[in-house]
C-alpha cells in the first residue's frame, strides 16, 4: 500500500494487486530485494473509519474473540462511522443481520516478509498461510457482531481492530456461504493437536515499543 490520498471528501487507498509496487520485502532467508510491481493500481475509497478501545497493536487481542490478556478482558464494542458524503440508504436491510464482514486496510503497516511468526506456535510461516498485518497487500477482513445501525455509525461488538482504522467495504454475514466449521485449518490445527483446542495468547508487548496494528493467527 502506498498510503492515502484525498478524493473529494474522502480518503483514498492506493493498492497494487499481488505485489506492492516499489516496496522492500524480505526473502525466507532475511534477504532484501526491490518489488517493482508491474501490476495495475487501484484507488479504494474509505466507507468509514473505526472508533475502538485499542488505541495500539499491545490493547488489541490477536482475534476478536479472543480477549484473555485484554485491559478488560471483555468483548469490546465499537463504532464503524460512515462518512458523511454516503447517502445513509447504502445501510437499508444491513439491520437483522447478526454479523457483518469489515474489510479494511492495515494503515500502520510497513513492508512485508516472505516468512513470519504468528503467535501461535515457534515457527514461521509462509505470510499467506497466516493472518499477519504485514502483507503484499495490507488489507484484512474480520467478521464482528451488528449491535445497532444509527444513521452513519454502525455499533459492533467483538472488534479487534485500532482505533481510526480505515474501512474500505462492509458485507453481511452470511451463514450458510459463509460458515464451514468442519473445515480443516492447516497449521493451526496441528498446534491445537500439541497445545490444546483453539488455543492462542493474549495480546503482548511488540518489540520495539511500535504499534502496527494487531497481531493476527
Known amino acids: ?39 495495475p493500481t487501484f484507488t479504494f475509497q474509505t466507507l468509514g473509519t473505526v472508533r475502538s478501545p485499542y488505541a495500539q497493536r499491545i490493547d488489541a487481542p490477536h482475534q476478536a474473540t479472543v480477549i484473555e490478556g485484554t485491559e478488560t478482558g471483555q468483548v469490546a464494542e465499537a463504532f464503524i462511522d460512515l462518512e458523511p458524503t454516503l447517502p ?78 480505515p474501512v474500505l467495504d462492509i458485507k453481511p454475514y452470511v451463514p450458510y456461504a459463509d460458515a464451514f466449521p468442519a473445515a480443516k485449518a492447516g497449521w493451526i490445527d496441528a498446534v491445537d493437536a500439541a497445545e490444546g483446542p483453539l488455543s492462542a495468547p493474549g495480546p503482548k508487548r511488540p518489540r520495539g515499543g511500535g504499534g502496527k496494528g494487531p497481531g493476527r493467527v
Not at 7 to 13: D, E, H, L, P, R
Not at 119 to 144: F, I, M, Q, Y
Request: hydrophobic share 40%; with cysteine; charged share 25%.
Open 88 to 165: 445513509v440508504e447504502v445501510l437499508r436491510d444491513l439491520e437483522g443481520f447478526e454479523r457483518i464482514w469489515v474489510i479494511f486496510a492495515f494503515h500502520r503497516s510497513e513492508g512485508w516478509k516472505a516468512l513470519v511468526r504468528p503467535p501461535r506456535g515457534k515457527v514461521k510461516r509462509g505470510v499467506l498461510a497466516t493472518r499477519s498485518p504485514h502483507r503484499p497487500n495490507a488489507l484484512g477482513l474480520s467478521a464482528v457482531e451488528l449491535v445497532a445501525v444509527e444513521g452513519h455509525t454502525l455499533r459492533v461488538r467483538g472488534m479487534d481492530l485500532l482505533d481510526g482504522t
Open 1 to 39: 500500500m502506498e498510503g492515502s490520498q484525498q478524493v473529494g471528501s474522502m480518503s483514498a487507498y492506493r493498492i497494487h494487486a499481488f505485489d506492492v509496487g516499489d516496496q522492500t520485502c524480505a526473502d525466507g532467508a532475511g534477504n532484501l530485494t526491490q518489488m517493482t510491481s508491474p501490476q
